[in-house]
């Protein structure tokens, strides 16, 4: 997944509303004098701030890709805890195998064209 400069400068300032002066930035100078948030016309952002955070979130992005996955995959057996149900042995473990995926996988990697497809790591099998 590539993180936008939106979901970076988010990221700096929360519920801040940004506004770029210029064209986009092609070098260090342009971007430190061009971003101000509009609450606050005297802050900035430095060239420096923003790679730091991008390469944060980058950093953070397979741990999030496998959460994400792995919350769909809890969603599609969500049915299986009704109330006028019982789960089975094998269908709590795998949704506890699930919940247990970041910790039991500290160290997911990306790749594909959309940096969507997780590796490095073993899913439970579904009964």
Avoid: H
Avoid at 33 to 59: C, M, R, S, V
Avoid at 73 to 79: H, I, K, R, Y
Avoid at 85 to 104: F, H, I, V
Wanted: net charge negative; aromatic share 8%; no cysteine.
């Amino acid at each position: 997944m590539i993180i936008d400069i939106g979901t970076i400068l988010n990221a700096i300032a929360p519920g801040s509303a940004w506004q770029y002066r210029g064209s986009l930035p092609t070098t260090e100078a342009e971007f430190n004098a061009g971003f101000n948030p509009l609450d606050d016309p005297a802050a900035t952002i430095t060239w420096t701030a923003y790679q730091t955070k991008k390469t944060e979130l980058d950093a953070a992005e397979p741990m999030a890709e496998l959460r994400r996955q792995r919350d769909r995959l809890l969603a599609e057996t969500d049915w299986w805890g009704v109330t006028d149900r019982t789960m089975s042995a094998e269908e709590t473990a795998y949704r506890q195998a699930l919940r247990d995926m970041p910790a039991n996988n500290p160290s997911p990697t990306l790749s594909g064209e959309n940096n969507d497809i997780i590796g490095n790591i073993t899913w439970p099998t579904k009964p």
